[in-house]
Nanobody, 127 residues
Framework: QVQLMESGGGSVQAGGSLTLACVVS????????MAWFRQAPGKEREGVAG????????YYDDSVKDRFTISVDKFKNTAYLQMNRVKAEDAGMYYC????????????????????WGQGTQVTVSS
């Protein structure tokens, strides 16, 4: 049974930092495309960062480029999202997603690309 478990959400002041973690279990293929998605109330779920665990490729939405960093610890089967200079518009539920395949430029940020999802962790931004 594949499980993705996010943690690290909470309240952060605008301009501050937060690190999210996603532990993956039950997924035998060590090479996978993983991504972080964000969903604000009343809005669609959107991809903010993606990473292919089998290579150097990383992907970022323009809204988080140069502020967020996605990384993976393959030994711990954990993906991270380091969020710096957080803005009010970064608030929402953050979901981790995975598929045991390579990432693709054209759809790493799309919900249907991913087979497995976590339950989400909430990020609140205060001014």
């Amino acid at each position: 049974q594949v499980q993705l478990m996010e943690s690290g959400g909470g309240s952060v002041q605008a301009g501050g930092s937060l690190t999210l973690a996603c532990v993956v279990s039950g997924l035998p293929d060590s090479r996978k495309c993983m991504a972080w998605f964000r969903q604000a109330p009343g809005k669609e779920r959107e991809g903010v960062a993606g990473i292919y665990t089998g290579g150097p490729n990383r992907y970022y939405d323009d809204s988080v480029k140069d502020r967020f960093t996605i990384s993976v610890d393959k030994f711990k089967n954990t993906a991270y999202l380091q969020m710096n200079r957080v803005k009010a518009e970064d608030a929402g539920m953050y979901y981790c997603a995975a598929i045991p395949m390579y990432c693709r430029d054209r759809d790493w940020h799309l919900v249907p690309r991913y087979e497995y999802w976590g339950q989400g962790t909430q990020v609140t931004v205060s001014s």
